[in-house]
């Protein structure tokens, strides 16, 4: 038996005989040789294929590859000035395993072929880096809660209530029932939980049905969230701060290659982490907004995208915008007791533009604040009963959060659209393939 090592083993290894098995990357063909660049999950090589070291059969074989196809090769490591990772492989034998004619991604493409070619293009260096990136924030996102003490908690992905706003709401066929929506947050089913676990955190699946073609918002995303019994607004914003920093951190630490394949500037990355996010509260944004960006925003009005870009420019760190008046936050965000007209919400905003990362509030526990803000949103509070149960039986103060995935994401590794983080994007215009 054979023993396969990756491209990067083979790198490191630097010299002596090696099998390894991928799939052809390019590949220039010549008279007395092929050039071959072999990829695999974890790097590329080159391989070279001599007409006079090989068998005619192989040598055929190097010649007919197609770009993709997949194969099987041994043979010595050279050291190798001119290529670009500094060896290269003479090749010894070769077998095609899954032959790959006319593969659809060439040169000249356009964004919306590669996302009809989606399944095919996850094999580029740009979406190989990009995931493993993913890999390394979704496990970081975990590995933190769960060293803070938090516990692993599903909610429901059918259920019965709005969270965030009706205009948003996937409505699903159950049974000819009508009134049951795809989840947009965990939030109505984690909150019930924290009676019985205390703090509890989840990655899972929302959706939203967003109608409009942005940069930032799809209509499927992973959502990290969590809730805390006895977690007050302050200790929030510090779980928010410190949920990030570990997560970026992480990154740095992991995916160093993948952040230069992707052209990132890590230093900003490394700047961003290094010192306190800013604090505000919405009010200050304002003025901030004002005095130094010229832009006059009516109090009361919600910070939209270019506000918030405006604002993240004068920063080079995340900001933390708290206090946002009640008008414009989620019914369940509680009022300040110092000012009835501002919420203890926050959001959470990404530096160089990538907007809201984090959505964030101290929860209401009076009941009949509640009712009373669900009625003025148009919502029947009858179907809240079960999560008004929880102001009912031993109601605690407590908060929670949720991040965008993608959003954090589609900071750390720099690209332009939130699209490219996520491995089949959904949004208003593709739910295929
Ligand atoms: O601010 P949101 O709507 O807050 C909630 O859903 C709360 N119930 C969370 C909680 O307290 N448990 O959403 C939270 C975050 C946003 O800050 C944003 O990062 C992300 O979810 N998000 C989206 N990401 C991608 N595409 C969309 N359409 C998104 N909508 C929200
Ligand atoms: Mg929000």
New binding site residues.
Partial sequence: METYISVKEALQKKAGNVSLRGWVYRIRTQKSNVFIMLRDESGIIQLVAWKDKLSEKDFKTAQSLGIEASILVSGALRKEERSPQGYEIDIDSLELVGSSDNYPISKDFSEEFLLDVRHLWLRSMKMNAILKIRSTVIGAIHEYFRKEGFYEYQSPILQSVQ??GGSTLFNVDYFGEKGVFLA????LY?EPAIFSLGKIYTVAP?F?A?KSKTS????E?W?A?M?GAWIDFEMLQDYAEGLIKFVIGRVLENNQEELHVLKRDKRKLETAISKQFVRMSYTDALNKLKTKAEMDVEWGKDLRTIEEDKLSMLYDTFIIVTRYPKSVK?FYMKEDPKDQRVVLGF?CIGPEGYG??????ERESDLGKIKQRLIEQGEDPRQYEFYLDTRRYGSVPHS?????V??LIAYITGVDN?KDTIPFPRTINRYKP
Wanted: aromatic share 8%; proline share 0%; net charge negative.
């Fill in positions: 969270c965030e947009q947050t965990w939030q984690a929302s939203r967003e930032r918002h799809l209509t995303y959502h969230e809730e989620a959001d809201e990362i984090i959505g964030a509030s929670g959060f949720g991040m965008g993608e959003r939130i």
